[in-house]
T-cell receptor
Framework: AQSVTQLGSHVSVSEGALVLLRCNYS??????LFWYVQYPNQGLQLLLK??????LVKGINGFEAEFKKSETSFHLTKPSAHMSDAAEYFC??????????FGSGTRLSIRP | DAGITQSPRHKVTETGTPVTLRCHQT?????MYWYRQDPGHGLRLIHY???????DKGEVSDGYSVSRSKTEDFLLTLESATSSQTSVYFC???????????????FGPGTRLTVL
């Protein structure tokens, strides 16, 4: 069965610092993995996705994630945080029949 | 942005009343979904549809029903609303196929429902 675990419900970093949001998954089949971002009072927006091929995936707004099969991880990173990155981030894994399982989310705060 | 609208965007209702939320898409995508979002739970799937008149249950379907009579519309009904159904409801759409451009879901702006 597929599932997703996001480590840390809240992460706070200083502006300009590295952002690292952790996601581990379990999947009985090769996974499709996603990171979504949700800004306050908005719907979810796709940041990036891994399906096949290159394991380092680049997304919008300078974010990237690396698929590590041996560690069953898909951590999200950004080298330098910006105030506009403050949002909630969701890791997700595709289940079957187009169904996606979401993690519980990580709220990212940026300190000036 | 994907053409997905939800109505109403906000609703306050009383326990025991029926409530219907509407999701409308202009993308002609086959799959449509209803999720609820609650603190600490992420998004949980309520029901989904894989075509006109084809629907199936998600992980938290009790107390909810859905209908899809047209490709573009997916309705979520709370037959008798309870306070535990106070939540933010999101509609999503997707298409399925062999290309890796498929498989992602696009989300609507959400409906904030309060049941008093």
């Amino acid at each position: 069965a597929q599932s997703v675990t996001q480590l840390g419900s809240h992460v706070s970093v200083s502006e300009g610092a590295l952002v690292l949001l952790r996601c581990n998954y379990s999947s009985s089949v090769p996974p499709y993995l996603f990171w979504y971002v949700q800004y306050p009072n908005q719907g979810l927006q796709l940041l990036l996705k891994y399906t096949t091929g290159a394991t380092l995936v680049k997304g919008i707004n300078g974010f990237e994630a690396e698929f590590k099969k041996s560690e069953t991880s898909f951590h999200l990173t950004k080298p330098s945080a910006h105030m506009s990155d403050a949002a909630e981030y969701f890791c997700a894994v595709r289940k079957f029949a187009s169904k996606i399982i979401f993690g519980s989310g990580t709220r990212l705060s940026i300190r000036p | 942005d994907a053409g997905i609208t939800q109505s109403p965007r906000h609703k306050v209702t009383e326990t025991g009343t029926p409530v219907t939320l509407r999701c409308h898409q202009t993308e002609n995508h086959r799959y449509m979904y209803w999720y609820r979002q609650d603190p600490g739970h992420g998004l949980r799937l309520i029901h989904y549809s894989y075509g006109v008149k084809d629907t199936d249950k998600g992980e938290v379907s009790d107390g909810y029903s859905v209908s899809r009579s047209k490709t573009e519309d997916f309705l979520l009904t709370l037959e008798s609303a309870t306070s535990s159904q106070t939540s933010v409801y999101f509609c999503a759409i997707s298409e399925e196929g062999q290309s890796t451009t498929y498989n992602e879901q696009f989300f609507g702006p959400g409906t904030r429902l309060t049941v008093l």
